[in-house]
């Protein structure tokens, strides 16, 4: 049984308009949320073998976040083809993971994101927010992922666990 995490970045911040998208770091909020979801995580007891992050600053930030709080002690693999991906090119990264992984992190953007989530399971979900992810299980290898071939473990959010 093979398990797929897909995170959305944690909150990114607007205050310096003369970055480029690319650039934009994490704002407090993010900073907040990330590790709380990281730790939400943890608890799930699932012992991720690979992340996989776009490479813009907010999605390496929130991936580093996360490998720091569930002890991953491997590279961060860092993908430009999940920059401002669709569901699909999304998927075909995920579907060229070596088999030898287990468990796979992928840290990228909406919207995406959530359509790629829609896709694998027959579980609608609206959207996922920033710091938001969800949780698979499937079985086969990670290139035979497709069209509602996997099981939703969870939905987890910052707002879940408190009002803003």
């Not at 590279?75 to 796979?104: G, S």
Request: aromatic share 12%; with cysteine.
């Amino acid at each position: 049984m093979r398990k797929l995490i897909l995170l959305r970045h944690a909150k990114s911040s607007w205050k310096d308009a003369s970055l480029e998208d690319f650039e934009r770091p994490l704002n407090n909020r993010g900073k907040r949320d990330a590790p709380q979801m990281a730790n939400i995580l943890l608890l799930k007891n699932i012992e991720v073998d690979l992340i996989i992050s776009s490479d813009t600053r907010r999605t390496k930030d929130t991936a580093k976040i996360f490998a720091n709080i569930l002890a991953y002690n491997s590279e961060i693999v860092y993908d430009t083809e999940l920059y401002e991906a669709y569901y699909d090119q999304i998927l075909k990264v995920i579907n060229h993971t070596n088999n030898r992984y287990k468990n796979l992190l992928v840290v990228c953007h909406n919207p995406g994101i959530t359509n790629l989530s829609n896709y694998l399971s027959n579980q609608f979900i609206d959207n996922i927010p920033t710091t938001g992810m969800v949780g698979f299980s499937f079985d086969g290898n990670w290139n035979d992922l497709q069209n509602n071939s996997c099981e939703i473990l969870f939905f987890e959010y910052p707002k879940k666990y408190k009002p803003y």
